[in-house]
């Protein structure tokens, strides 16, 4: 049995729902899904973090090069610089993912409230009223004035439950757009905190870097003093803690070490020598310190028979050390006075500790690239490179 309440309680009851209604369908029309959300798994964030190309905290600060310490350091400094950006760019994310989930908790709730007005409306006895009331009279409903009639009753009670449908798809909607949000937030905080870690390493590294670093300028000004000891006319520098050359050139054959060694070849040797490093060369390599068949003079020797000895021993010596040509030692070795070396712009090239010939790796990589250094090779000698090729 229909039962009878008063007019005016049902028509404000009517009149509210269908306010809530008309609000509803405004703001978001059947079938919506609420809050627009980036599609994909999550938040885009596939910048991997930079890898270190150098390993900056393994190095040996005596023999690593200027330039192996400066091409470190701006690896560094890029990579704080990307992955400074990469968590820049994880929280602007992870704000996005806050506010997508905070709007779809919003919608969620809205769409909730109105599906609890419709059930609640469907469920009062609004509809019953209209039913038992048969004088004729206009009253909105859904934005138009219709008349109060059995008829009418029937036909908004269809509209109501089709409301109602709609307000439980919408919320359906709403609840997987929220699961959603919760989801993609959850994985731009892992991203985050993925991106405070590159950080924190990144920051490490550098730490360990500057130690080891400040480590290798101290043995560096040691071994340019010690080269500097070395000679009262040259100007001399130590490059990797293990070739002194000239000044002039000391940057070039940092490089060139360098270079090298990030093509896998451990290039050493040896560059500037005294003048007695090169009598004691020319000595070794052009004949010795005596002429052939000329022994010691016999116990109890005359006084001009020792004489007669040391002139001979020493007239030998300075042709050996002075004038013999440099192509008649073996290997060539220049007089003193006239060899690059003594000057600090010639460099004798090991590879890993064996003097180069014309079949090694390093002769090969010096031939195509030494002369990017202002390098050049005697052609008498493989290992032996100068600025002049003398």
Not at 227 to 233: I, L, Q, T, V
Request: aromatic share 4%; hydrophobic share 40%; charged share 25%.
């Amino acid at each position: 049995m229909r039962r009878t309440i008063d007019r005016r309680r049902a028509k404000a009851a009517a009149s509210s729902l269908c306010g809530v209604l008309l609000v509803g369908t405004a703001a978001t029309p059947a079938g919506a899904k609420g809050p627009s959300l980036p599609e994909g798994d999550g938040p885009t964030l596939s910048e991997p973090a930079p890898k270190v190309e150098l390993d900056p905290t393994d190095f040996n600060p005596f023999t690593i090069t200027d330039t192996e310490v400066s091409r470190m350091r701006s690896q560094l400094m890029s990579e704080q610089i990307q992955v400074g950006m990469i968590d820049r760019r994880a929280a602007r994310l992870l704000a996005e993912a806050a506010s997508d989930r905070s709007t779809a908790r919003q919608d969620l709730r809205q769409r909730t409230d109105e599906l609890a007005v419709l059930e609640n409306t469907l469920g009062a006895a609004a509809i019953e009223g209209y039913l038992s009331d048969s004088a004729s009279e206009s009253v909105p409903l859904f934005g138009q004035y219709v008349e109060s009639d059995a008829t009418f009753a029937d036909e908004t009670a269809t509209q109501l439950l089709e409301r109602r449908e709609e307000a439980r798809q919408a919320v359906a909607s709403a609840t997987e757009a929220l699961d959603r949000a919760e989801r993609m937030h959850r994985i731009a905080t892992a991203r985050k905190r993925q991106a405070e870690r590159s950080v924190e390493a990144a920051l490490e590294r550098q730490e360990s870097f500057d130690e080891l670093a400040a480590e290798q300028s101290q043995a560096a000004e040691r071994a340019d003093a010690e080269a500097a000891a070395a000679s009262d006319d040259i100007e001399l520098r130590s490059v990797a803690g293990t070739i002194t050359v000239n000044a002039e050139i000391e940057h070039q054959i940092d490089r060139l070490i360098a270079d090298a060694r990030a093509d896998g070849l451990d290039l050493a040797g040896g560059g500037y020598r005294t003048i007695e490093a090169q009598i004691a060369l020319r000595i070794s390599h052009c004949g010795g310190s005596s002429p052939a068949g000329v022994e010691l003079p016999a116990e109890g020797a005359t006084p001009e028979e020792l004489a007669a000895h040391d002139a001979a021993v020493s007239a030998y010596q300075h042709y050996v050390i002075y004038e013999k040509p440099a192509g008649a030692c073996s290997p060539p070795t220049a007089t003193p006075g006239n060899s690059e070396h003594q000057l600090g712009l010639a460099i004798d090239f090991t590879l890993d500790g064996v003097i180069l010939d014309r079949q090694s790796e390093g002769f090969t990589w010096l031939e195509d690239h030494a002369e990017d250094y202002g390098l050049f090779n005697l052609p008498s000698e493989a290992w032996h490179w100068s600025t002049d090729g003398t």
